[in-house]
T-cell receptor
Framework: AQKITQTQPGMFVQEKEAVTLDCTYD???????LFWYKQPSSGEMIFLIY??????QNATEGRYSLNFQKARKSANLVISASQLGDSAMYFC??????????????FGKGTRLSVIA | DTEVTQTPKHLVMGMTNKKSLKCEQH?????MYWYKQKAKKPPELMFV???????INESVPSRFSPECPNSSLLNLHLHALQPEDSALYLC?????????????FGEGSRLTVL
């Protein structure tokens, strides 16, 4: 079974600074996908970034990058140049088999990020 | 704007009421999902539909009854709920066999059971 661990219940960051949100995972599948989602207070889950287990390079999407260390089974999210609008809950998630398409996501407990002006 | 639309956004119901949550997507996705999320907790999977057929039921009580009438619509029928069922109900969709398996979520329906 897959398991996602996020050890930081809450984080604070100064506006314009970078912040790293930690995520470790456990799976016996050789093929898997790793995701980060942002959930503002409105409730919607917003997709941020994806990393496949066979991807050679770390994923990047604008100000978001995923620091993928396969041997350590970690997939930390780095947000550069934090903005006040980044304040939200952030969930790390995974699916077994990144090509399956209809395999549901398993979520970590989340990290609440607060950006301070 | 999200491409997965959920209605209603807020619902208050008594324990004897019958109500339904509705989810609609027009992205051509053939997998649709219901998740339940309690406050300050991660989403928990309830049901998965693949090609309009129920493929996963995570041992959800029968007072929750899903329905997928066509490839664009997903309903969740609610009957005889308990106060502990109060939560945010999230609908999501995805491609089947897509490259990343990314789920697209709606904004959720916030349910309060009195």
């Amino acid at each position: 079974a897959q398991k996602i661990t996020q050890t930081q219940p809450g984080m604070f960051v100064q506006e314009k600074e970078a912040v790293t949100l930690d995520c470790t995972y456990d799976t016996s599948d050789p093929s898997y996908g790793l995701f980060w989602y942002k959930q503002p207070s409105s409730g919607e889950m917003i997709f941020l970034i994806y990393q496949g287990s066979y991807d050679q390079q770390n994923a990047t999407e604008g100000r978001y990058s995923l620091n993928f260390q396969k041997a350590r089974k970690s997939a930390n999210l780095v947000i550069s140049a934090s903005q006040l609008g980044d304040s939200a809950m952030y969930f790390c998630a995974m699916t077994p088999g990144h090509l399956s398409g209809n395999t549901p996501l398993v979520f970590g407990k989340g990290t609440r990020l607060s950006v301070i002006a | 704007d999200t491409e997965v639309t959920q209605t209603p956004k807020h619902l208050v119901m008594g324990m004897t009421n019958k109500k339904s949550l509705k989810c609609e997507q027009h992205m051509g996705h053939r997998a649709m999902y219901w998740y339940k999320q309690k406050a300050k907790k991660p989403p928990e999977l309830m049901f998965v539909y693949s090609y309009e057929k129920l493929s996963i039921n995570e041992s959800v009580p029968s007072r929750f009854s899903p329905e997928c009438p066509n490839s664009s619509l997903l309903n969740l029928h609610l009957h005889a709920l308990q106060p502990e069922d109060s939560a945010l109900y999230l609908c999501a969709s995805s491609q089947v066999g897509g490259n990343t398996g990314e789920l697209f979520f709606g904004e959720g329906s916030r349910l309060t059971v009195l």
